[in-house]
């Protein structure tokens, strides 16, 4: 499938800041199941800085805006020809040893009701036991936007019964390491469906370590594997971890910020 991406981030302050600097994972990832075909992100009034790829494989991009600032827009256009890997994260070079996302986080901290959902889970190996731990996040939080906020945790969500995709992936996430399952948060693209599936354009899901096949993704908030649906941007520990957009503004001022992502599929 070849999917195109507009994605503008707007921040406005209210009384001008000295300066803005901003670190980006808005480079779709290099593996088998996506190819770039063109990509381009733009920052007004801002100059590239250095860019490095990371120790999980994802490509980092520093900004610097010059002030007075009192707006900044990151506009994001691109195409990308995606392939249905049934989540599977083949092809992707990464030197992070999955270990390493055994490490609990605030956001994906353990509490009794996480610990007692995880343990309800079973199967018969690794993979099956993963599936059986996202379609229990599954059915534990309904989708619902407007209930949860960017700081909720995953035991909060689960006490809620309700959240969106990040919430999703924070509970799986939770639940696969307190069975000793590395998994990790990813952040990417979602392409509107017309089959009613709710969902929201710039997606988040998680990714669990699988012996035999390496990482491998799970969506809880669409109750699927990630497919050519989907463009994966990068990865982190939790979601402020895999942010797309990192920001530090010098100045006192109070921010807004304003996102509009449209996925659409393009012709061959």
Not at 2 to 7: F, S
């Amino acid at each position: 499938m070849r999917l195109t991406v507009d994605h503008l981030t707007s921040y406005r302050y209210d009384v001008p800041v000295r300066s803005v600097v901003q670190s980006h994972r808005l480079t779709p990832s290099a593996f088998a199941g996506q190819k770039v075909i063109d990509w381009e992100v733009t920052v007004t009034g801002g100059v590239r800085g250095a860019s490095h790829r990371d120790g999980a494989g994802d490509v980092v991009q520093g900004w610097t805006i010059a002030g007075p600032v009192e707006e900044v827009a990151v506009q994001v256009r691109g195409t990308v020809e995606t392939e249905d890997l049934a989540g599977v994260l083949r092809g992707h070079r990464e030197s992070v040893a999955p270990d390493c996302y055994l490490r609990e986080t605030a956001p994906t901290r353990i509490d009794v009701a996480l610990a007692a959902l995880a343990a309800s889970a079973s199967g018969s190996d690794c993979l099956a036991l993963a599936h059986a731990l996202s379609l229990a996040v599954s059915d534990a939080i309904a989708y619902r936007p407007g209930v949860t906020h960017a700081h909720t945790t995953a035991a909060e969500a689960l006490a809620l019964g309700e959240g969106v995709c990040q919430d999703h992936a924070h509970a799986l996430i939770a639940l696969a390491r307190a069975r000793g399952v590395p998994a990790r948060y990813v952040s990417g693209y979602l392409f509107a469906t017309e089959d009613g599936t709710p969902h929201e354009a710039a997606h988040a899901w998680a990714e669990l370590h699988i012996p035999g096949l390496g990482w491998v993704g799970f969506d809880p908030a669409n109750r699927c594997c990630p497919d050519d649906r989907y463009i994966r941007l990068g990865s982190g520990f939790d979601a402020q971890d895999a942010a797309p957009i990192r920001g530090v503004a010098r100045g006192a001022a109070v921010e807004e910020m304003d996102v509009r992502v449209a996925v659409l599929q393009s012709a061959q």
